[in-house]
Each structure stands twice: as C-alpha cells, then as structure tokens.
Nanobody, 123 residues
C-alpha cells in the first residue's frame, strides 16, 4: 500500500508556473504507476498525466501536452508535476494517485488517492 500526499499548489497568474509534488509512503512505491488528476468546481475529476513505475513512459491529457511534465524519483518516493504556461482553465484541485504499474489514464484503475491540492490561475 501507498498513501499519496500532495503539496505545491497555490495561486499564480496566467502564464506562470507551479510544481506539484506527491510524496507516497510505503516501501513499494516503485511498483506503482502514478497519476495526476484534477477536478474543477461542478465538473468530474479528469485525467491530467501519468507515469509508469520506472518513469520511462508518460501520458498526458491533450490540453496540457507541451505545458505540463510529469516525472518521478523512486529513491525519494516522490512524483512531480511541473506546470508551465498556466491558464485560468487549469484552475482545479489536483489529486495524486497510485495505480497499476504501467501508468494508466483511467481514473477507475487508481486505488490510492491523496487529499488534493488547490491550484488557482488568475487571468
């Protein structure tokens, strides 16, 4: 089992950058694919990015491609989401989750979730 804990959210102006971190307790962190999801008010939680257990395969939601980068450091039990060129539509609560090792994109395949961190992008 792993327990993800997110950090790094905040308020930023459009065009700015933020880096989210997700630290996951548990000795088996490197066995899990990790994903970032987000949920805006009144909307469903949606996939943002994922990374497989070794870090050599990543997936992104189309609107964030070229702006967001997911990475992981298994020695630190941490996964990151670097977000550049932020837009107001990126405003949401961002969640980190642990799931199957290949880093799936489907929310239903993730079993361990953090509490989320708020990202607000002002125009």
């Amino acid at each position: 089992q792993v327990q993800p804990v997110e950090s790094g959210g905040g308020l930023v102006q459009a065009g700015g950058s933020l880096r989210l971190s997700c630290s996951a307790s548990g000795r088996t962190f490197s066995n899990y694919g990790m994903g970032w999801f987000r949920q805006a008010p009144g909307k469903e939680r949606e996939f943002v990015a994922s990374i497989n257990w070794s870090g050599d395969t990543t997936n992104y939601r189309d609107p964030v491609k070229g702006r967001f980068t997911i990475s992981r450091d298994n020695a630190k039990n941490t996964v990151y989401l670097q977000m550049n060129s932020l837009k107001p539509e990126d405003t949401a609560v961002y969640y980190c989750a642990a799931g199957a090792g290949f880093g799936p994109t489907s929310r239903d395949t993730y079993h361990y979730w953090g509490q989320g961190t708020q990202v607000t992008v002002s125009s």
